[in-house]
């Protein structure tokens, strides 16, 4: 991995200039299933109440994070010693950035981070509304088509709680004990919004980390690490890649 550290920044005025800020990426679309691992999705919310800023900042602090010394070591500490990784946005429908991509050594680190800085530099427009539930259903296939082996794990990042709580409650369990069967473990970033920034519609009275302790995660290992506001994203992400990889 380069030195020079990578953001989207730079991938964006390489991209005026008609470069790119990394090799082709070489994407596991068909082929045998190579083995790994561990594989894991990671899923940004981008409802409505996820503003360019906020967007902004996630996106850095997924971006700083592959690029974290700490977390390649800990990919190495896997057997056989590589990630597959898939990241993708969500709201009321999922949009891929980066597909599933194999992460072994300093250089496809560096790759995936210059690929990604770009992919990720136009919002995708996914719907207003916080669906969890959703999530998690498309989530069920999208293990096991390209790597097999390993862990499975879903990494959910959001800032509020299902929309339609009353109405999706029931959909939101079922969907979470539909990937836990399938040997898949759900683990959660909730972004606590605290004074004096605010969200729309609030956060539940119990506080999103408790939420997600409570209707979220799932599966052997579990856990929550939450980010208190958006500003904390960075090093709450960072941290919680490096427990989930360890």
């Known amino acids: 991995m380069s030195h020079r550290l990578i953001t989207r920044r730079n991938a964006l005025a390489a991209i005026a200039a008609g470069v790119t800020t990394a090799a082709p990426l070489d994407f596991a679309w068909g082929g045998g299933k190579i083995p790994v691992g561990m594989q894991l999705i990671l899923a940004a919310d981008t409802s409505a109440s996820v503003t360019k800023g906020r967007y902004d900042i996630q996106m850095d602090g997924y971006l700083k ?3 974290d010394g ?3 070591r800990a ?3 896997l057997e056989p010693p590589n990630l597959a990784v ?6 009321e429908r999922q949009h891929v950035v980066m597909p599933w ?3 072994h050594n300093k250089a496809s680190v560096s790759e995936f981070c210059g690929r990604f800085a770009e992919q990720s530099m136009k919002r995708p427009y996914s719907g207003l509304y916080t669906r969890i539930d959703y999530l998690m259903e498309s989530c069920i296939t999208r293990f096991d088509q390209v790597y097999a082996g390993g862990r499975r794990v879903l990494d959910v ?3 509020g709680g299902n929309s339609y709580q009353i109405k999706s409650r029931a ?10 069967r399938s ?3 759900i683990n959660g970033l909730p972004i606590l919004v605290v004074p004096p920034e605010y969200i729309s519609p609030a956060q539940p009275p119990e506080g999103l980390d408790t939420y997600y302790r409570r209707h979220v995660i799932g599966g052997p290992g579990a856990f929550v690490v939450p980010s208190r506001g958006f500003e904390e994203f960075h090093n709450a992400i960072l941290t919680k890649l490096v427990a989930e990889v360890a």
């Open 75 to 77: 990919i190495r500490n």
């Open 183 to 185: 040997g898949v473990t």
């Open 101 to 103: 991509t194999l992460l």
């Open 157 to 159: 990042s959001g800032d």
């Open 70 to 72: 700490r977390l390649l």
């Open 171 to 180: 959909g939101l369990k079922e969907a979470r004990e539909m990937l836990v």
């Open 65 to 67: 994070a592959f690029q």
């Open 86 to 91: 898939m990241f993708l946005t969500w709201s």
